[in-house]
């Protein structure tokens, strides 16, 4: 009888059967509600290495030019990536754009003008660049026109970059806490 209550009831590993008669001291692990999905975790820790790679390059007078064009080089591929792993989302926002709340709508042109601030940023880097395409063989002619097109939209991108994440603060929050608490043994309940 107590062995069709817990399939019935569906208790799952780490629930203790109170009911019935159950032994109480069995206890099997339950099921994290902390458990994300792999892709889940690869969003978040890609999103975290764009923000780290993009504070660093932005800091041009600690890092110089050698770290500063590798690393918009490096942005520019895992930015590819990123949006990548993301237009089946791309494509369904935008397809359901005007029917959706406002405040989708500003997540997405929010998201909008970062990736054409970004993309301009890092087109221009590489136009304007000193160290990493001439080290490759590659020159070209920088001007006025891309040096200042490339530091217009750097300082664009540097204030979308907190915009975007207000505005998707519970995916990032939620998705962090769940993640700390599973680095931490389910005890981290630093984030709240």
Same mark, same amino acid.
């Given at each position: ?6 399939? %019935?009831?569906?208790l799952t ?5 109170d009911i019935?008669? #159950?032994?109480?001291?069995q206890?099997? @692990? ?6 994300? @999905?792999? #892709?889940?975790? &690869? ?9 780290? *790679?993009?504070?660093? =390059?932005? *800091? ?13 080089? =490096? ?7 990123? &949006? ?15 029917? +959706?709340? #406002? ?9 909008? %003008?970062?990736?054409? *601030? ?13 160290? =990493? ?7 070209? %002619?920088?001007? !006025? ?6 530091l ?9 970059? @907190?915009?975007? %994440?207000? !505005? ?5 929050a939620?998705? /962090?806490? +769940?993640?700390? =608490?599973?680095?931490?043994? /389910? ?6």
């Amino acid at each position: 009888m107590m062995v069709r209550g817990v399939f %019935a009831r569906g208790l799952t590993d780490g629930e203790m059967d109170d009911i019935g008669g #159950g032994d109480l001291t069995q206890v099997r @692990p339950r099921p994290s509600r902390r458990q994300l @999905p792999v #892709g889940t975790r &690869l969003d978040f820790w890609l999103d975290v290495v764009i923000l780290v *790679s993009f504070i660093f =390059a932005y *800091s041009y007078g600690f890092t110089g030019d050698v770290i500063h064009e590798c690393l918009g080089l =490096a942005l520019g591929l895992v930015l590819l990536v990123h &949006l990548t792993l993301h237009w089946d989302w791309v494509v369904r926002i935008t397809r359901k754009l005007f029917g +959706r709340r #406002g405040h989708d709508r500003v997540i997405w042109l929010v998201n909008l %003008a970062l990736l054409f *601030s970004m993309t301009l940023c890092i087109v221009s880097g590489i136009v304007i660049s000193r160290v =990493a395409l001439p080290s490759l063989g590659f020159f070209l %002619a920088s001007n !006025l026109f891309w040096n200042r097109l490339h530091l217009l939209t750097a300082e664009i991108t540097l204030g979308l970059v @907190p915009v975007h %994440a207000a !505005l998707r603060w519970r995916w990032i929050a939620g998705v /962090g806490r +769940r993640i700390l =608490a599973r680095r931490t043994g /389910g005890r981290g309940q630093g984030l709240r």
